[in-house]
T-cell receptor, first 114, second 113 residues
Protein backbone atom coordinates (compact mmCIF):
# COMPACT_ATOMS: atom_id res chain seq x y z
CA UNK A 1 0.00 0.00 0.00
CA UNK A 2 1.08 3.54 -0.66
CA UNK A 3 0.41 6.70 1.29
CA UNK A 4 1.65 10.27 1.53
CA UNK A 5 1.75 12.60 4.50
CA UNK A 6 2.33 16.31 4.09
CA UNK A 7 3.28 18.03 7.32
CA UNK A 8 1.55 21.36 7.71
CA UNK A 9 -1.67 22.19 5.93
CA UNK A 10 -0.65 25.83 5.73
CA UNK A 11 2.78 27.44 5.48
CA UNK A 12 3.38 31.18 5.45
CA UNK A 13 6.69 32.78 4.43
CA UNK A 14 7.88 36.26 3.63
CA UNK A 15 8.84 37.19 0.10
CA UNK A 16 12.50 36.30 -0.40
CA UNK A 17 12.53 33.71 2.38
CA UNK A 18 13.22 30.00 2.05
CA UNK A 19 10.27 27.79 1.18
CA UNK A 20 10.22 24.29 2.71
CA UNK A 21 7.23 22.02 2.22
CA UNK A 22 7.46 18.60 3.82
CA UNK A 23 6.40 15.26 2.37
CA UNK A 24 6.84 11.76 3.76
CA UNK A 25 5.72 8.67 1.93
CA UNK A 26 5.07 5.00 2.51
CA UNK A 27 5.44 2.52 -0.31
CA UNK A 28 5.85 -1.24 -0.55
CA UNK A 29 7.67 -0.89 -3.87
CA UNK A 30 10.34 1.55 -5.04
CA UNK A 31 8.46 4.82 -5.24
CA UNK A 32 8.05 7.38 -7.92
CA UNK A 33 7.44 10.75 -6.27
CA UNK A 34 5.84 13.92 -7.57
CA UNK A 35 5.11 17.47 -6.54
CA UNK A 36 2.17 19.25 -8.15
CA UNK A 37 1.00 22.84 -7.79
CA UNK A 38 -2.56 24.12 -7.97
CA UNK A 39 -3.35 27.79 -8.47
CA UNK A 40 -6.81 29.00 -7.44
CA UNK A 41 -9.67 27.57 -9.48
CA UNK A 42 -7.33 25.61 -11.72
CA UNK A 43 -6.27 22.04 -12.22
CA UNK A 44 -2.94 20.61 -11.10
CA UNK A 45 0.34 20.96 -12.93
CA UNK A 46 3.58 19.11 -12.38
CA UNK A 47 6.43 20.90 -10.59
CA UNK A 48 8.93 18.05 -10.55
CA UNK A 49 9.28 14.31 -10.16
CA UNK A 50 11.69 11.66 -8.95
CA UNK A 51 11.88 8.36 -10.78
CA UNK A 52 15.41 6.94 -10.60
CA UNK A 53 18.96 8.26 -10.55
CA UNK A 54 19.92 11.59 -9.03
CA UNK A 55 18.13 12.12 -5.74
CA UNK A 56 18.08 15.91 -6.03
CA UNK A 57 15.62 16.89 -8.71
CA UNK A 58 14.99 20.33 -10.10
CA UNK A 59 11.65 21.53 -11.33
CA UNK A 60 9.99 24.57 -12.75
CA UNK A 61 9.94 28.03 -11.18
CA UNK A 62 13.12 27.43 -9.14
CA UNK A 63 11.75 24.57 -7.02
CA UNK A 64 13.72 21.47 -6.17
CA UNK A 65 13.23 18.37 -4.04
CA UNK A 66 15.48 15.73 -2.57
CA UNK A 67 14.57 12.06 -2.33
CA UNK A 68 15.86 10.57 0.93
CA UNK A 69 15.13 6.87 1.06
CA UNK A 70 16.39 6.43 4.62
CA UNK A 71 13.96 9.11 5.83
CA UNK A 72 11.17 8.20 3.36
CA UNK A 73 10.98 11.88 2.56
CA UNK A 74 10.68 14.07 -0.52
CA UNK A 75 10.65 17.65 0.75
CA UNK A 76 10.14 20.57 -1.63
CA UNK A 77 12.30 23.69 -1.36
CA UNK A 78 12.86 27.03 -3.04
CA UNK A 79 15.62 29.37 -1.87
CA UNK A 80 13.67 32.60 -2.29
CA UNK A 81 9.88 32.85 -2.28
CA UNK A 82 8.05 35.04 -4.75
CA UNK A 83 4.53 36.35 -4.42
CA UNK A 84 3.53 34.28 -7.45
CA UNK A 85 4.42 31.08 -5.55
CA UNK A 86 1.28 31.40 -3.44
CA UNK A 87 -0.72 28.28 -4.26
CA UNK A 88 -1.54 24.82 -2.96
CA UNK A 89 1.11 22.14 -3.29
CA UNK A 90 0.54 18.41 -3.42
CA UNK A 91 2.97 15.55 -3.00
CA UNK A 92 2.09 12.25 -4.69
CA UNK A 93 3.46 8.71 -4.88
CA UNK A 94 3.20 5.96 -7.45
CA UNK A 95 4.98 2.72 -8.15
CA UNK A 96 5.29 -0.04 -10.68
CA UNK A 97 3.15 -3.13 -10.15
CA UNK A 98 0.55 -0.98 -8.41
CA UNK A 99 -1.89 -0.90 -11.29
CA UNK A 100 -1.02 2.67 -12.08
CA UNK A 101 -2.42 3.96 -8.80
CA UNK A 102 -1.34 7.54 -8.01
CA UNK A 103 -1.91 8.65 -4.41
CA UNK A 104 -1.82 12.25 -3.20
CA UNK A 105 -1.17 13.87 0.13
CA UNK A 106 -3.47 16.30 1.90
CA UNK A 107 -1.90 19.37 0.36
CA UNK A 108 -0.07 22.37 1.79
CA UNK A 109 -1.29 25.88 1.13
CA UNK A 110 1.61 28.30 0.74
CA UNK A 111 1.08 31.97 1.52
CA UNK A 112 3.73 34.57 0.67
CA UNK A 113 3.75 37.84 2.60
CA UNK A 114 5.17 41.01 1.04
CA UNK B 1 -4.33 19.53 -28.22
CA UNK B 2 -7.06 19.92 -25.63
CA UNK B 3 -5.42 17.54 -23.10
CA UNK B 4 -7.99 16.38 -20.53
CA UNK B 5 -11.49 17.77 -20.92
CA UNK B 6 -14.15 17.50 -18.23
CA UNK B 7 -17.82 18.31 -18.52
CA UNK B 8 -19.70 19.95 -16.98
CA UNK B 9 -17.65 22.58 -15.15
CA UNK B 10 -20.34 23.31 -12.59
CA UNK B 11 -23.40 21.37 -11.45
CA UNK B 12 -25.99 21.64 -8.71
CA UNK B 13 -27.96 18.51 -7.86
CA UNK B 14 -30.73 17.76 -5.45
CA UNK B 15 -30.26 14.91 -2.99
CA UNK B 16 -31.16 11.65 -4.67
CA UNK B 17 -30.65 12.84 -8.24
CA UNK B 18 -28.20 11.07 -10.52
CA UNK B 19 -25.65 12.43 -12.93
CA UNK B 20 -22.61 11.46 -14.95
CA UNK B 21 -19.38 13.41 -15.10
CA UNK B 22 -17.63 13.09 -18.41
CA UNK B 23 -13.89 13.00 -19.04
CA UNK B 24 -12.01 12.67 -22.32
CA UNK B 25 -8.32 12.83 -23.15
CA UNK B 26 -6.60 13.16 -26.49
CA UNK B 27 -3.08 12.13 -25.47
CA UNK B 28 -3.48 8.40 -26.16
CA UNK B 29 -2.95 7.61 -22.48
CA UNK B 30 -3.81 4.17 -21.15
CA UNK B 31 -4.44 5.14 -17.52
CA UNK B 32 -7.22 7.43 -16.32
CA UNK B 33 -8.28 8.57 -12.86
CA UNK B 34 -11.08 10.24 -10.96
CA UNK B 35 -10.30 12.22 -7.81
CA UNK B 36 -12.33 14.35 -5.45
CA UNK B 37 -10.84 17.38 -3.73
CA UNK B 38 -12.13 18.55 -0.38
CA UNK B 39 -10.63 21.19 1.93
CA UNK B 40 -7.99 19.68 4.19
CA UNK B 41 -8.31 16.26 2.55
CA UNK B 42 -6.20 16.78 -0.54
CA UNK B 43 -7.04 14.72 -3.60
CA UNK B 44 -8.56 11.34 -2.87
CA UNK B 45 -8.68 8.68 -5.52
CA UNK B 46 -12.20 7.47 -6.28
CA UNK B 47 -11.62 5.04 -9.15
CA UNK B 48 -8.96 4.48 -11.72
CA UNK B 49 -8.53 2.60 -14.95
CA UNK B 50 -5.04 1.29 -15.64
CA UNK B 51 -5.98 0.43 -19.20
CA UNK B 52 -8.98 0.22 -21.49
CA UNK B 53 -11.33 -2.44 -20.24
CA UNK B 54 -10.22 -2.37 -16.59
CA UNK B 55 -11.35 -0.33 -13.61
CA UNK B 56 -10.35 -0.48 -9.95
CA UNK B 57 -11.50 1.09 -6.73
CA UNK B 58 -9.44 3.80 -5.15
CA UNK B 59 -9.59 5.21 -1.63
CA UNK B 60 -13.19 6.46 -1.61
CA UNK B 61 -15.31 4.50 -4.13
CA UNK B 62 -18.58 4.28 -2.20
CA UNK B 63 -21.48 6.03 -3.91
CA UNK B 64 -19.78 6.13 -7.31
CA UNK B 65 -19.55 4.01 -10.43
CA UNK B 66 -17.29 4.40 -13.43
CA UNK B 67 -17.20 3.35 -17.05
CA UNK B 68 -14.16 3.23 -19.28
CA UNK B 69 -16.06 3.72 -22.50
CA UNK B 70 -12.99 3.49 -24.75
CA UNK B 71 -9.37 4.54 -24.53
CA UNK B 72 -10.26 8.24 -24.60
CA UNK B 73 -13.22 8.42 -22.25
CA UNK B 74 -13.72 7.66 -18.56
CA UNK B 75 -16.99 8.65 -16.93
CA UNK B 76 -17.98 8.91 -13.27
CA UNK B 77 -21.59 8.33 -12.23
CA UNK B 78 -23.39 9.30 -9.07
CA UNK B 79 -26.49 7.13 -8.88
CA UNK B 80 -28.13 8.87 -5.93
CA UNK B 81 -26.33 12.04 -4.97
CA UNK B 82 -25.81 12.91 -1.30
CA UNK B 83 -24.66 16.19 0.28
CA UNK B 84 -21.43 14.42 1.31
CA UNK B 85 -20.58 14.20 -2.39
CA UNK B 86 -20.37 17.96 -2.68
CA UNK B 87 -16.82 18.42 -3.89
CA UNK B 88 -14.58 19.35 -6.77
CA UNK B 89 -13.95 16.39 -9.05
CA UNK B 90 -10.83 16.03 -11.17
CA UNK B 91 -10.11 13.65 -13.97
CA UNK B 92 -6.53 12.81 -14.91
CA UNK B 93 -4.67 10.63 -17.38
CA UNK B 94 -1.17 9.34 -17.99
CA UNK B 95 0.77 6.50 -19.56
CA UNK B 96 0.73 3.39 -17.35
CA UNK B 97 4.37 3.45 -16.25
CA UNK B 98 4.46 4.61 -12.63
CA UNK B 99 6.97 7.36 -13.18
CA UNK B 100 5.08 9.36 -15.72
CA UNK B 101 3.31 12.67 -15.18
CA UNK B 102 -0.45 12.78 -14.81
CA UNK B 103 -2.34 15.46 -16.71
CA UNK B 104 -5.41 16.95 -15.10
CA UNK B 105 -8.63 18.44 -16.31
CA UNK B 106 -9.91 21.75 -15.00
CA UNK B 107 -12.34 20.14 -12.58
CA UNK B 108 -16.08 19.89 -12.02
CA UNK B 109 -17.51 21.76 -9.06
CA UNK B 110 -20.49 19.76 -7.81
CA UNK B 111 -22.91 20.91 -5.15
CA UNK B 112 -25.56 18.56 -3.77
CA UNK B 113 -28.36 20.30 -1.88
Amino acid sequence: AQSVTQLGSHVSVSEGALVLLRCNYSSSVPPYLFWYVQYPNQGLQLLLKYTTGATLVKGINGFEAEFKKSETSFHLTKPSAHMSDAAEYFCAVSGDNQGGKLIFGQGTELSVKP
Amino acid sequence: NAGVTQTPKFQVLKTGQSMTLQCAQDMNHNSMYWYRQDPGMGLRLIYYSASEGTTDKGEVPNGYNVSRLNKREFSLRLESAAPSQTSVYFCASRTPWGGTEAFFGQGTRLTVV
